[in-house]
Structures are given as structure tokens and as C-alpha cells.
């Protein structure tokens, strides 16, 4: 059973910064997709960044330029830097492994980190 512990959250000015780390135990397997996920209250979580063991990558369109999406595969951690942080990104940050098909799919979830940004 894979398990994936997020952390890093915080609290941070506008304008700032946050990296957050997730890291991956039990039997994840190599081929795993990684992802970064926010919540808002109320609102469907949504996808945020994506990366392959190879490095490839993918991003929402209102983080690119702002947020890096890294992996360290020797130890099943996966990183997200922010920067230019903004008040609408205050949200639940959420880790996940999965993979694609026609697109992507999470099937494992961490219990999340939060992130506020304030003005």
C-alpha cells in the first residue's frame, strides 16, 4: 500500500514563496505519475502539475511560469517550488500517484498541506 505524506504548507505574504515535498512509501511503482492537486472549500479539487520518472512534465495554465514541478526518484519524494505566490492560490495542496490513459488518474491521495496566502 503506497502512502504519501505532504509537507510545508504555511502561512506566506503575497509575492512569496513555498516548497512543498511529498514523499512516497510502500510499494509505489516506477512507472508512477506524480501529481500536485488544490482544494478550496466547496470547490472540486483541481489539478495543478503532473511529472513522469522521466521528467516529463505538465502544468495548469494559471501556475506556469510560477510553480516547478520536481522528483527525486531515489527517494520517492516529489517537490513543489512556488513562487509569485498569489492569494487565490490559498487552497489544500494534495499529493497523488497515478498514471495516464487518456488522461490522467490519480489512485492515491495524501492527507494534504495547507497553503494560505495573505495580501
Same mark, same amino acid.
Given at each position: 500500500?503506497? @502512502?504519501?505524506?505532504?509537507?510545508?504548507?504555511?502561512?506566506?505574504?503575497?509575492?512569496?514563496?513555498?516548497?512543498?515535498?511529498?514523499?512516497?512509501?510502500? !510499494?509505489? !511503482?516506477?512507472?508512477?505519475?506524480?501529481?500536485?492537486?488544490?482544494?478550496? *472549500?466547496?470547490?472540486? #479539487?483541481?489539478?495543478?502539475? =503532473?511529472?513522469? #520518472?522521466?521528467? !516529463?512534465?505538465?502544468?495548469?495554465?494559471? +501556475?506556469?511560469? #510560477?510553480? =516547478?514541478? =520536481?522528483?527525486?526518484?531515489?527517494?520517492? =519524494?516529489? &517537490?513543489? @517550488?512556488?513562487?509569485?505566490?498569489? *492569494?487565490?492560490?490559498?487552497?489544500?495542496? &494534495?499529493?497523488?500517484?497515478?498514471?495516464?490513459?487518456?488522461? &490522467?488518474? *490519480? +489512485? #492515491?491521495?495524501?492527507?494534504?498541506? @495547507?497553503?494560505?496566502?495573505?495580501?
Amino acid at each position: 500500500q503506497v @502512502q504519501l505524506v505532504e509537507s510545508g504548507g504555511g502561512l506566506v505574504q503575497a509575492g512569496g514563496s513555498l516548497r512543498l515535498s511529498c514523499v512516497a512509501s510502500g !510499494s509505489l !511503482s516506477s512507472s508512477a505519475v506524480m501529481a500536485w492537486y488544490r482544494q478550496v *472549500p466547496e470547490k472540486a #479539487r483541481e489539478f495543478v502539475a =503532473t511529472i513522469t #520518472r522521466d521528467d !516529463s512534465i505538465d502544468y495548469a495554465d494559471f +501556475v506556469k511560469g #510560477r510553480f =516547478t514541478i =520536481t522528483r527525486v526518484n531515489a527517494n520517492n =519524494t516529489v &517537490y513543489l @517550488q512556488m513562487t509569485s505566490l498569489k *492569494p487565490e492560490d490559498t487552497a489544500v495542496y &494534495y499529493c497523488a500517484a497515478g498514471y495516464f490513459s487518456d488522461k &490522467y488518474y *490519480p +489512485v #492515491r491521495w495524501g492527507q494534504g498541506t @495547507q497553503v494560505t496566502v495573505s495580501t
